[in-house]
């Protein structure tokens, strides 16, 4: 009984290690896409937005964006938790609280070389670089089984519920976010629709590796 809680509990830091690194990786890949300055990502669109609208409406100076950012996660939260509670673990809740402190790691090494400004091709490929490893770092949090992030959360349980394909739900969501977000005031620009239109189908391309990649990790480490 004890080795087979040893084992559980073994199993279930080791897919919080896989989340950490994947999460970190994919957001290794969003500061590159924020650097790029070509427009926010679909969820941080929605964020954007709503910020600015309540800011306008009620003028309450505490608001920031973080504030809001960490509000919309807790609301898809509890709206899970209603929906199913089996898609809300432990790397959820990691995956909304890590994010920001690492793209700010990152932006802190990163952010000297693009200061003098960079010509616009080189932004559209730097941007379309950082969407690709977004979206491979996306799928090993989300073969991690640990938990995901609020883009990936939402879409994950739409496309099992619904029983459609992930990238093709990915693309919606992301256009849902962008929409409501450009309507309550967020920026959007070239970087946006690159963003919306590319992690999806990348993702799914990624998808069947990081499985392999996850699933190898656990076998070595003596865990399945």
Request: charge should be positive.
């Amino acid at each position: 009984m004890e080795k087979k809680m040893e084992r559980r509990i073994r199993e279930r830091l080791m897919r919080i290690i896989i989340l950490l690194v994947g999460l970190t990786i994919a957001h290794f890949g969003v500061t590159l896409f924020l650097l790029a300055d070509l427009g926010a990502d679909p969820f941080n669109v929605l964020v954007q937005g709503l910020y600015r609208f309540l800011a306008r409406m009620s003028g309450m100076q505490f608001l920031t964006h973080g504030r809001v950012h960490i509000t919309i996660c807790f609301i898809i939260i509890v709206v899970l938790l209603v929906v199913d509670r089996a898609y809300i673990k432990i790397g959820t809740i990691l995956c909304m609280i890590c994010g920001g402190p690492i793209i700010d790691f990152f932006q802190w090494i990163l952010a000297p070389v693009f200061q003098n400004g960079q010509p616009f091709a080189v932004m559209i490929i730097v941007n379309c670089i950082g969407c690709g490893i977004l979206a491979f770092g996306m799928t090993i949090v989300i073969k991690s089984d640990a938990g995901t992030g609020p883009n990936d959360l939402v879409a994950l349980v739409i496309s099992e519920k619904c029983h459609r394909k992930f990238s093709i739900v990915r693309i919606l969501v992301d256009f849902s976010f962008v929409l409501a977000g450009f309507v309550l005031g967020g920026s959007i620009g070239i970087g946006t629709i690159i963003c919306a239109f590319v992690v999806g189908p990348v993702a799914g391309f990624f998808m069947p590796y990081s499985e392999r990649i996850v699933q190898r990790a656990m076998r070595q480490n003596g865990v399945s």
